[in-house]
């Protein structure tokens, strides 16, 4: 995979590339690991990956937002004992760093969840395990030294949420994330482009799958198949348990109606930290106060749900003048590199959420892979963290950011 064009090349010399070999020691950045993710992934399980609803202007907008703010720097301070870390929920983690809640992980590589959720724990941060996702959840609550979360969809009758929370409670889940975004499946042109219908992957798709034997001895092989969605498949009919059948059976039972009053029976049923994601608008970000929930996640799901919207760190300042202290920010979407990582803390984020980064080192190596993505993400942020002038996560602010007025032509970087 090309790098993109940079300033420091004339034309395309000296040509780059990413690394997309199998050696995680020369690995360098984000970058390589999305490369190597291209080269062993079918296009299918790509498109699902990294594409966005639509037009795909929302998933550009998360990118092109960290592009639109520079650093200020200050110079002559004492950074030698600088430190990432920071309290998520009342608990030290060693950077504010959680890892996103993302479904059908089972089709990047056989326990993609498990893999996920060790390497999260490696590192020490909390892993958001999705309702759609191919692991039970006690299983992934076994993983030694986790900090696990759960990331909750309404659908089907509300017997089975008061189900899916009572298990997390029992699995020890620290903490509940309520999508709030998702109820309307969002039109993910691309992805659809590989299937003929809605439960039948089309021929083109096939052939291009078989040209892909380490893909397939890690999941199909290994796994005896497609993935199911262990947590949920037993509240869908025995006739639609199949792995198309069941996605889109719980798509179309998810209900439209969901509104402040379902915050509110969450709320009563479960009494650890409890978060919404999916929050744009500062009226939303108002009434979740009034709601009295622990906190909320400000993002456009991945770029995959409405297209054309801001991002959440558009967002992010009014939303910390709204809250002041009285209730956690995270941000989500876009998430590549470290300084993204403290751009969104200095507009006001006490901690983001990543996604695609660690999916791409768990596509590229498993677990391994995903902890190289974390491990690349601390050390570009503790480093570039020192380089700002600051020693700390809480000494960020707004001084330290500019943002560019000519913003129309500016690309959106990948960082890697």
């Not at 202007?57 to 703010?69: G, N, P, T």
């Not at 996604?355 to 768990?362: H, N, S, V």
């Not at 996560?393 to 890697?416: H, Q, S």
Request: charged share 25%.
């Amino acid at each position: 995979m090309s790098a993109t064009s940079s300033v420091a090349q004339l034309g395309d010399s000296p040509r780059r590339r990413y690394y997309a070999g199998r050696d995680l020691r020369r690995v360098r950045d984000v970058g390589d690991l999305r490369a190597m993710a291209h080269r062993r992934m079918p296009r299918f399980v790509l498109e699902y990956l990294e594409g966005g609803a639509e037009r795909e202007q929302s998933l550009q907008r998360d990118r092109a937002a960290y592009d639109e703010w520079r650093f200020v720097p200050r110079q002559l301070v004492d950074v030698s004992r600088r430190s990432l870390a920071a309290q998520l929920l009342g608990r030290m983690a060693p950077m504010p760093l959680v890892v996103a809640p993302t479904g059908l992980n089972g089709l990047f590589v056989h326990h993609g969840d498990v893999e996920l959720a060790k390497a999260s724990a490696r590192a020490g941060v909390p892993f958001v395990q999705s309702t759609m996702s191919n692991d039970r959840m006690e299983d992934v609550g076994r993983v030694p030294g986790l900090r696990h979360w759960w990331q909750l969809y309404l659908f089907g009758g509300e017997e089975v949420w008061q189900e899916l929370l009572r298990r997390a409670d029992a699995a020890g889940c620290e903490a509940l994330l309520l999508t709030t975004n998702a109820q309307i499946f969002g039109r993910r042109e691309w992805s659809a482009r590989t299937r003929v219908g809605r439960s039948r992957p089309s021929l083109q798709t096939i052939v291009d799958a078989a040209l892909h034997p380490r893909w397939i001895a890690s999941t199909l092989v290994a796994g005896g198949g497609l993935p199911a969605f262990a947590n949920v498949v037993d509240f869908v009919p025995r006739d639609q348990r199949g792995f198309f059948e069941t996605a889109f059976w719980i798509r179309d039972h998810q209900p439209q109606s969901m509104d402040w009053a379902s915050v509110a029976r969450i709320r009563q049923r479960w009494r650890r930290p409890f978060l919404l994601k999916g929050l744009l608008h500062e009226d939303d970000v108002r009434r979740a106060l009034d709601a009295g929930v622990d906190g909320i996640v400000l993002g456009t799901h991945g770029g995959r749900q409405l297209d054309s919207c801001v991002s959440a760190l558009d967002v992010l300042p009014a939303a910390r003048r709204i809250v002041g202290g009285r209730m956690a920010i995270y941000a989500s979407g876009g998430v590549r590199c470290g300084t993204d990582l403290l751009k969104a803390l200095a507009l006001g984020a006490d901690a983001v959420l990543a996604g695609r980064a660690p999916l791409y080192g768990l596509c590229a190596a498993g677990a391994a892979g995903a902890a190289k993505a974390l491990e690349l993400l601390h050390g570009e942020a503790h480093d570039a963290l020192g380089l700002l002038g600051a020693n700390s996560v809480g000494e960020l602010g707004p001084r330290f950011l500019a943002r560019l007025g000519a913003t129309a032509a500016l690309p959106a970087t990948i960082c890697g």
